[in-house]
């Protein structure tokens, strides 16, 4: 099985910084997805991560530690357009994803 | 590339008819596609697998006669809700992995938004 675990809800204000964390147990971990989901939308695909270490793609940043069992996704210099939900998604065995509750993140003027 | 459109993208039905959601992958081939269902914010459930050709795999707890899945072809597959009751009134989210990568990623089709009254 697998227990994956997100903060519910984040807020933060426009150009400052968040760091969603996502701590799981899992069996046959091959990787670990960051998803943002806007209300009523499919997810769209942010980041992966197999290898320890940190992933930058512009104001997006995905972390992971396979030892810990820990990854945080890091959004700069937040925009209004960023608020949406945030989902962790593990890899398990044979491509199964499974995915957290989410975070919802708002961005204030 | 990697296009999955969904159709319809909503839909309201009877309490006791049935539903079909048809997911295709539109530029690529997929011999492995995902159902999930999503109820007001919560995260995406896996409902079950479904494999080109052959049978779907289920996830505990859902009923395999009453979510039929068929998957007939590298580019489509259906999910029909047979006997829809209002607690099945839900998000309903397809993805399919491209058959030509060996990659874990999974592309997303845009949502059903099924309401059973």
């Known amino acids: 099985g697998q227990n994956i675990d997100q903060p519910t809800e984040m807020t933060a204000t426009e150009g400052a910084i968040v760091q969603i964390n996502c701590t799981y147990q899992?069996?046959?971990?091959?990787?670990l997805f960051w998803y943002q989901q806007h209300a009523g939308e499919a997810p769209t695909f942010l980041s992966y991560n197999v290898l320890d270490g940190l992933e930058e793609k512009g104001r997006f940043s995905s972390f992971l530690s396979r030892s810990k069992g820990y990854s945080y996704l890091l959004l700069k210099e937040l925009q209004m357009k960023d608020s949406a939900s945030y989902l962790c998604?593990?890899?398990?065995?044979?491509?199964?994803?499974?995915f957290g509750a989410g975070t919802t993140v708002t961005v204030r003027a | 590339g990697a296009v999955v459109s969904q159709h319809p993208s909503r839909v309201i039905c009877k309490s006791g008819t049935s539903v079909k959601i048809e997911c295709r992958s539109l530029?690529?081939?997929?011999?492995?596609m995902f159902w999930y269902r999503q109820f007001p914010k919560q995260s995406l459930m896996l409902m079950a697998t479904?494999?080109?050709?052959?049978?779907?795999?289920?996830e505990q707890g859902v009923e395999k006669d009453k979510f039929l899945i068929n998957h007939a072809s590298l580019t489509l597959s259906t999910l029909t809700v047979t006997s829809a009751h209002p607690e099945d009134s839900s998000f309903y989210i397809c993805?399919?992995?491209?058959?030509?990568?060996?990659?874990?990623?999974?592309?997303f089709g845009p949502g059903t938004r099924l309401t059973v009254t």
């Open positions: 530029d690529f081939q997929a011999t492995t």
């Open positions: 479904s494999n080109e050709g052959s049978k779907a795999t289920y």
């Open positions: 899992t069996s046959g971990f091959n990787g």
């Open positions: 998604a593990v890899v398990e065995g044979d491509y199964k994803l499974s």
């Open positions: 993805s399919a992995r491209d058959h030509g990568h060996s990659s874990y990623e999974q592309y």
